[in-house]
């Protein structure tokens, strides 16, 4: 129902635009978190926007390198991904939830099927 894309392989330093669409309904009354997944770790919480007053929210380790955005006009909200660094290496997953932002990935009813981001030189 949630569709990732913009993954990609980048150099240290690089950027990367991740879309995340929806099919069959729309994005505008939810709201949108970006997660990431590593190898061998939890699937952790990164970014979100809310439906209510578009009011967005970042893990600190990439706060001023990540952002968040919401094109009602595409129904698509972007994770806009600069000066990336290694330990940015995930898999991205977007979620959709209608009582607005949460950081647990328990509290969303709508996943993507991911996105992968490897950074490397």
């Known amino acids: 129902r949630l569709v990732e894309s913009g993954g990609g392989l980048v150099q240290p330093g690089g950027s990367l635009r991740l879309s995340c669409g929806i099919s069959?309904?729309?994005?505008?009354?939810?709201?949108i978190a970006w997660f990431r997944q590593a190898p061998g770790k939890e699937r952790e919480w990164v970014s979100c926007?809310?439906?209510?007053?578009?009011?967005?929210s970042y893990l600190d380790s990439v706060k001023g390198r990540f952002t968040i955005s919401r094109d009602s006009a595409k129904d698509t909200v972007y994770l806009q991904i600069n000066s990336l660094k290694p330990e940015d290496t995930a898999v991205y997953y977007c979620?959709?939830?209608?009582?607005?932002?949460?950081?647990?990935?328990?509290?969303?009813?709508?996943w993507g099927q991911g996105t992968q981001v490897t950074v490397s030189a």
């Open positions: 979620a959709a939830e209608l009582t607005d932002c949460k950081i647990y990935a328990s509290e969303y009813h709508y």
């Open positions: 926007i809310s439906s209510v007053d578009g009011s967005t």
């Open positions: 069959e309904e729309s994005l505008t009354y939810f709201a």
